[in-house]
């Protein structure tokens, strides 16, 4: 099977730089995803790691080395908007009809 | 922008009762999912649906729930029997093939009394 930590909880300043970590356990994905979901909404898909190394969109960027098992979200200048809960989520060779998501971290913003 | 449309965005049924949650996912996608999320936890997959068949499904997903295609716009859930325990909120999701991300529905909150 798989699985996907993350912290519960990220607290960090409004235009300050805050990492998410997610570390898996799978036998082989195809790739990692993050998603974000704001109190109440749907998850809007954020970014995709394939291979290893950086992806970069706008504010967001997102890491992965298979290598360590692990990846990380990463938001600059942070805006108050933000403060949302973060997946990250594979979909794995062995069940590649489905995406699995992590236990979420809360990100909450402070001014 | 293309949007995986679902309703009723609330629905309160009676333990035992039956419901349908519905979604029209976009257009020219192919591949369909229902996940659902019990308030405060993670989003959990329960079926993907491929050219008119299931292609996976979890263990959530057992004999009272089915999953269906009427038309060519369609695509629904249903609970035969609910149970308190399936009080969450269910979100469909489509994508293309070979699309990475999916695309979700802002939800049915489905409460159970």
């Known amino acids: 099977g798989q699985s996907l930590e993350q912290p519960s909880e990220v607290t960090a300043v409004e235009g300050a730089i805050v990492q998410i970590n997610c570390t898996y356990q799978?036998?082989?994905?195809?790739?990692l995803s993050w998603y974000q979901q704001h109190d109440g909404g749907a998850p809007t898909f954020l970014s995709y790691n394939a291979l290893d190394g950086l992806e970069e969109t706008g504010r967001f960027s997102s890491f992965l080395s298979r290598s360590d098992s692990y990846g990380y979200l990463l938001l600059q200048e942070l805006q108050m908007k933000d403060s949302a809960s973060y997946f990250c989520?594979?979909?794995?060779?062995?069940?590649?009809?489905?995406?699995?998501f992590g236990s979420g971290t809360r990100l909450s913003i402070r001014p | 922008e293309p949007e995986v449309t679902q309703t009723p965005s609330h629905q309160v049924t009676q333990m035992g009762q039956e419901v349908i949650l519905r979604c029209v996912p976009i257009?020219?996608?192919?591949?369909f999912y229902w996940y659902r999320q019990i308030l405060g936890q993670k989003v959990e997959f329960l079926v993907s649906?491929?050219?008119?068949?299931?292609?996976?499904k979890s263990e959530i997903f057992d004999d009272q729930f089915s999953v269906e295609r009427p038309d060519g716009s369609n695509f629904t859930l249903k609970i035969r029997s609910t149970k308190l325990e399936d009080s969450a909120m269910y979100f469909c999701a489509s994508n293309r093939q070979g699309e990475d991300g999916y695309t979700f529905g802002s939800g049915t909150r489905l409460t159970v009394v």
């Open positions: 649906f491929y050219n008119n068949e299931i292609s996976e």
């Open positions: 799978t036998s082989g994905f195809y790739g």
């Open positions: 257009s020219n996608h192919l591949y």
């Open positions: 989520a594979v979909r794995a060779y062995s069940s590649a009809s489905k995406i699995i």
